[in-house]
């Protein structure tokens, strides 16, 4: 019975730092990632949908924006300019539309 508790346990830890929690921070220097909000989809590295409850976001572009800082799993700063930004987003309407045009940035989420 010890075993299974520790399995479960383990995995449990293992699947915790996936979400995406996002703060938005007012300047360049808090920030863990510099993002640029692009007019059209095919212009982006992930398309984002931002959810309605902690428990559902994750890193394939569904985050959840926190009020503190110290909740966030990143901090994001909107930079005004296309070429300053580590990663370019687009904001779409629904969930299911939700995730990466450009996989080798994935790198940049995951922390």
Known sequence: MKPIFF?????????????QTVYKVDYSSQADIEVYIVDYESQCDLKVYFVDYESQANS????????????????????????????????????????????????????
């Open 60 to 111: 394939d572009g569904l985050w959840y924006s926190v009020k503190y800082q110290s909740q966030a799993d990143l901090k994001v700063y909107f930079v005004d300019y296309e070429s300053q930004a580590d990663l370019k987003i687009y904001i779409v309407d629904y969930s299911s539309q939700a995730g990466w045009r450009n996989s080798q940035k994935k790198h940049l989420l995951k922390f």
């Open 7 to 19: 399995l479960i346990l383990a995995f449990s830890f293992t699947f915790a730092g996936y979400g």
